[in-house]
């Protein structure tokens, strides 16, 4: 399969991705549009991997899933911190720290 | 044991004395730490005579010792040891020093036994006779200008003593400032030593000088003008002595101590201590001695109109000290520090006797209240007697031999320093004068109404408490003069120490008698030798046609003293009314408070508003507000970034990589 299929998948991926966290208020999906995100990027990567013939794409890959499981392991514990102190599951009105 | 050690340890004594007073006050009983400071500086002397008697026992060139206990600082060149050196010099203002500190310390014992403070001031005092042994004992300039500085915080302290009399505080603050003044001076003088000689060491110093400098150049001229800025500032010579009569406002037996024997002589020994230099820099030592004539002048007529009768004694004090300053600037040594010896007995004769006056005054200083004393108080009477004759040097009491050596040594200088003699002669009549004036408004005549009280009841007179300076009543409490005064009459330790001085000041100017004895001198002398000033010596003859010159002139002075204020008692007001602006001058003190004030105070007051107003104002809060807007305003400009909502950062951050994106391609196209 060529390339250029993968790539368009990936970026249609981050697209929509970056577009939930744009319009979505609630940070449970904000957290699964990031991981779509960083998965777009994963599959670019495991592509272009391929494409290139070396394992080094492959590893970025595996990297990146590390800090994406830290990502939702730090998430998830702030949304069950902002639940436990009865404050509204919505990231516009959660905006004390504007300068 | 050796003559340093027993050095050592007449340093150890007082310093002992202070800490222990000073830590144990809650526990130790206000007499105890009398006994202890008193003991303490008695068994200072003790030591003091020891190494008198150590060096007695060595030939007369070898009697010059060094030793130290350890280094402060050994590096780069420096060499500063905590070291002493005991030659003649030190021996003879060791001795002086805690000879008359013990008499005091025994005197005050009496005098100050209602005061709140008794520990308090007996640790000072005793920190005091360790600052002031320090400074004579320092084999080294940093050690000199501890100890220089020392004597001047204890001045300060001692001053202010009643810390609640807003009087006292000021002359302490007052005194302080002028000796810091003095201090710079004796610092700058050792930096510019250690930079022409490479040491601070008096023996390394005194030996090289003569190779370093030529005679009359200015640096050691620059040397020795800095040294007398220090000895002119701590022995209150014309400009640096309005903080003297100040310093009255001090309890009477630190008057008699710091501000009449020991302490205001410093300046005396510093210059006869660094004589090598002042050899080598002829100017400058002309100089102390016009500033020293100056002084004894001027003090001298400023005394003829004071009416406090501590102000009058120390104003006579900086005119003898004018007296010794000129003679050591000359080359007069031994002579000067003869007559620092005599005049440490009777001044702080003088002003004990003054103190049991004052006491029986209920602490009023006014002479004009004064009179008939002789009556009331028969001993303290005599005492002041014996120390106003010395004083006035009445023939064949001390002061009547140690002055004129002076004035003989200058006679015998010839030239210029022929009329210094004049000038002190005309010093020596003024002095007779305003001491007789003191005895004779005292003494005589009819009791004031203290006076007769005391006669009366045989008890102390006791008004309510006031400042003697301003007239205000003020408490007894501690930081005030205790409720209850003491005089000679009724408390044996004054009596015992008022003996011993008098006998002093009567007496001791018998171990120099031209002719007849040489003590001093010959003990003295060696110290001296390296210049060549010290061979000058007024011949026998010289010498006792100055004494006849001296008695004569002490005669008169006294039967004018007695022909103006007690056989025609209207003819000073006469004087007052046809010499007016004599007598305003002498009164306002040559209105050298004020001159200083316009030149030096007011000034330097202008140039800090000045600064607060405008430096301050404008320069440095102009820079801090200027950077404060800048980082502010910039900040304040990103803020609006920064609205807490999280989509609004993510949106920023994506349309910042698409930026970002947007240029890599069109740079890589």
Known sequence: ?99 | MSATSWTWLVLLFPLAGSILISLGFRSIPARVAGVIGTGAIALAFACAVAALVNLLGQEPDARHHASSLWDYASAAGLDIKLGIYVDQLSAFMMLVVTGVSTLIHLYSFGYMRSDEGYHRFFSYLNFFVFSMLLLVLAGNFVLLTVGWAFVGFASYALISFWYRRTTATEAGMKAFVINVVGDIGLVLAAFLIFREIGSFDYGTVFAKAPEVFQSGEWTVTAICLLLLVGAFAKSAQIPFHTWLPDAMEGPTPVSSLIHAATMVTAGVYLIARTHVLFYLAPTAADIAAFGGLATLLVAGTIALAQTDLKRVIAYSTMSQIGYMIMGVSIGAYSAGLFHLMTHAFFKALLFMAAGSIISAMANRQDIDRMSGFWKAMRFTSLMLLVGGLALAAFPLTSGFFSKDSILAYAEARGGMYAWMAIGGYVGALLTALYTFRLIFRVLPGRPCEEAQHLIDSGELYHGPPINPATEEEEDTDVGFPGAHHHIAEQSWPMAVAMALLGFGALFAGLIQVPGVDNVLFGFLEPAFLDSPLAEIHPSVGAEWRGLAIGAAISLIGIFAAWVLWVSRPQLPALFRERLRPVYLLCLNKWYFDEAIDFLVVRPALAIGRFANSTFERIVVDGLITGTEDTVGGAGRLVRVVQSGFVRSYALLLLAGFAGLALYFLIVSS
């Open chain 1, 1 to 99: 399969m060529n390339i250029e299929w993968y790539v368009v998948l990936s970026s249609l991926l981050f697209a929509i991705g970056a577009t939930g966290i744009l319009i979505r208020r609630s940070p449970i999906v904000i957290l699964l549009c990031l991981e779509l995100m960083l998965n777009a990027g994963n599959l670019a990567l495991v592509a272009f991997s391929r494409m290139v013939g070396n394992q080094e794409g492959q590893v970025f890959a595996l990297i990146v899933m590390v800090v994406a499981a830290c990502e939702v392991v730090v998430g998830l514990g702030l949304i069950v911190a902002i639940f436990r102190r009865k404050l509204p599951l919505d990231v516009d009105e959660l905006r004390e720290l504007r300068g």
